[in-house]
């Protein structure tokens, strides 16, 4: 099967102006490169990376790079050494200056890896998660670069995880197809809205069956204390809260407010400070304890989870999906989290994401991580309509294991075009 | 003076096929981000950033949305507050999720950046340099974004240094003016040339009066070594030998090779690993002692050095001048190096660079880190002929002071056009 022909679309949808996504530090346009693979058998793989709004001109400019190395390339052939085919995307001799996998060019790279591992899934007609957990642990580590992180994670490591979680897979898979993954959710808490509108979605949110809520806290706490009053008083004590700090804190800023925080009993507190900051949140998580350190969405790269662990700059680890790589690095990552008895609970919102991460969070739980003990994966209650397989929330508060062949990434063509920019109906208007 | 008009072109030389450039991950065209800033007065800024082709067009696209932002402002309004004027392009709430403040975006803005310094300087009729030097500490202090950097360096910490340093000031701008600046050359090591080539340049450049010979080294120990013993026969024992890597290695690699090198006596081991890691090169630095540890060409930001700095990743800093967000944040990087009592040796060569960081190593010299021990500032012998200013070598290995108005950087009207990808006529040929 010849990958014979790919596109890339910017695709943005105009949620600034609701405020939805609003934090201490962004304000965007939800958006999305969006990579379209075709080959010479009919099938199409799909995938996207998410940005927030503009740059996003710049990602798609990355993608089509990266794409020009991969078309006229067979599956069978990138199939036969997943390593080293992602290994050769990300250390192009020339793309590699403007990173190396890290900003742009990486989050281009992410969209383009998983576009071929939802073609490869499609062909198997199985879900991601389940091609993922039928792969044997020979397999799933001849699919990951270990370049740059073999202090942290060899080879033989990663295969002896996989091998030793093997037993007991079945039976795991079974109570994700029946229970489900469990999620939280922060559509309730984003700093833009009004304090009316939190405590309705607060209630709504209970009421629906979520127990986990996470809010954003900003530059001022006064305000943070105000606005986690009351949606403690809202959710009750019976409830997990959780703060995100969206990086608007230096690190003495962050341990100050958080101690001030803690009166709330929040669970973890979320990206305190910068995402680069391995160092720094180590501190933070060693003068906040016992309420846990969380950070991911924004970790460029392994390289960078890697420090985290070995530093202990995190408790929580909170991979996305199409920052990094794909999912070959998504492997590495969740591997050294296992190594490092760290729990993973994936990032999500945005365009697509929960899409991708549900797969991530379920196939972890099968191969990886068999433990469900304060695993979440993050929920966000926007654009899915926009997807032809859209999430499923089942039992109020569970990701339903996909069912659909492939990675859930495919968009609507009519969500598409509308969406385009700047020539979508949208954007025109 | 008000920000009127701005463009943004895409230079690229075709440098791979020559192997110019050639390490042993990078190989390709060198190539710049160029940005015009045009203004009321009739007076222009003009700034770049360094690639290595392909991605150069992400890039150009980046550029465009920063200048976007700058358009319309007024050089005494971005004056007036230029921590904030950086502050804002840097954590601007769309484009700060493609970042934030790394890669792709994060070049992009030191183009535009170093673009209005060329116009301040210029407007005062002083090379880069000067302007800077002549600045107070506090103007200094001003001008930088301490944002995730207060628990490594704190503005009265910084404004302590440069106060320090004042005294001394005029002197040693004429000793600069008069002896120029120590360089160190790579002309003569890249990977892809012969062993006659690189016989034949480092006799020449002995020659010429170079003291301090780099050489490339990569993945082949057998080759490294030599590639080593045949520099250092060439160079003799009363020369400085320094090996670039160029992170090809892992950790424990790192550390095997090094030490295997140690007995052509390298002053340093430039960039062992991925530039993103902080803690390995801290410990390559521990095991390798007493060769230095040199890296920074492709460390992306303030947040990464500080890391490196408080982990003892490294002992020689190799600051770029336009990876990271052009002279607001290379003011916070040099600082916290002086801090550190860490030795900064620039990063230059590609297109440009040695035009730009002549005037860092310089004005560091004068406010920053009154020492001359074991401080070189890397240069490469190219692309200088499409400089309107080119920098100039002066006692056989010495920088010569700029004494043009601006940051040097200022590309030839007819190399623009000739270079120009993908219209001019060295690519259409």
């Not at 304090?195 to 530059?219: N, P, T």
């Not at 910068?274 to 991911?296: E, F, M, N, Q, R």
Request: neutral net charge.
């Amino acid at each position: 099967m010849k990958i014979t022909g790919t596109s890339v679309r910017d695709i943005r949808f105009p949620t600034a102006k609701e405020k939805d996504g609003s934090d201490a530090l962004n304000l965007g346009n939800y958006s999305a490169t969006y990579v379209t693979l075709e080959t010479d058998g009919g099938l199409k793989g799909y995938g996207l990376t998410f940005t927030n709004g503009d740059g996003n001109e710049a990602c798609v400019l990355a993608a089509k790079a990266y794409l020009e190395r991969v078309k006229g390339q067979t599956l069978e052939g990138i199939l036969s050494d997943l390593r080293g085919f992602y290994h050769k995307l990300a250390q192009d001799p020339m793309l590699r200056w403007v990173g190396p996998e890290k900003g742009i060019v990486h989050m281009a790279l992410g969209a383009v890896v998983n576009a071929v591992w939802d073609l490869w899934a499609r062909r198997e007609k199985k879900p991601l998660w389940k091609l993922l957990a039928d792969l044997t642990p020979e397999q799933i580590v001849a699919a990951i670069d270990f370049t740059w992180i073999t202090d942290a994670l060899t080879p033989e490591e990663a295969l002896a995880i996989l091998k030793k979680h093997a037993p007991g897979k079945a039976k795991r898979e079974e109570e994700m197809r029946k229970n489900g993954y469990p999620a939280y959710t922060t559509s309730t808490g984003w700093l833009g809205y009004t304090d009316e509108k939190v405590k309705r979605l607060c209630r709504e949110a209970k009421a629906q069956g979520w127990r986990h809520f996470k809010m954003k806290v900003g530059q001022d706490l006064e305000a943070n204390l105000k606005r986690a009053a009351l949606i403690r008083g809202e959710i009750g004590d019976d409830c997990w809260l959780m703060m995100d700090a969206n990086q608007c804190w230096d690190v003495a800023e962050a341990i100050r407010q958080t101690k001030a925080l803690a009166k709330f009993n929040p669970w973890w507190m979320e990206e305190p400070t910068s995402p680069d900051d391995a160092l720094g949140h180590a501190a933070i998580a060693k003068a906040v304890a016992p309420i846990a350190v969380a950070t991911g969405e924004a970790c460029q790269n392994r390289v960078v989870f890697k420090q985290f662990l070995q530093a202990g700059g995190l408790s929580i680890l909170q991979l996305d999906s199409c920052r990094v790589g794909g999912v070959n690095e998504v492997l590495s990552i969740m591997l050294m989290a296992a190594k490092f008895g760290v729990r993973v609970c994936p990032h999500a919102g945005g365009v697509g994401l929960c899409e991708y991460v549900q797969h991530l969070a379920i196939f972890g739980y099968i191969a990886v991580d068999p433990d469900l003990t304060d695993r979440v994966c993050e929920y966000v209650d926007h654009l899915h309509e926009h997807f032809v397989e859209p999430v499923k929330i089942i039992n109020g508060r569970f990701y339903a294991a996909p069912t659909a062949p492939g990675y859930s990434i495919e968009m609507k063509a009519a969500s598409l075009d509308e969406y385009e920019f700047p020539q979508g109906k949208a954007w025109k208007e």
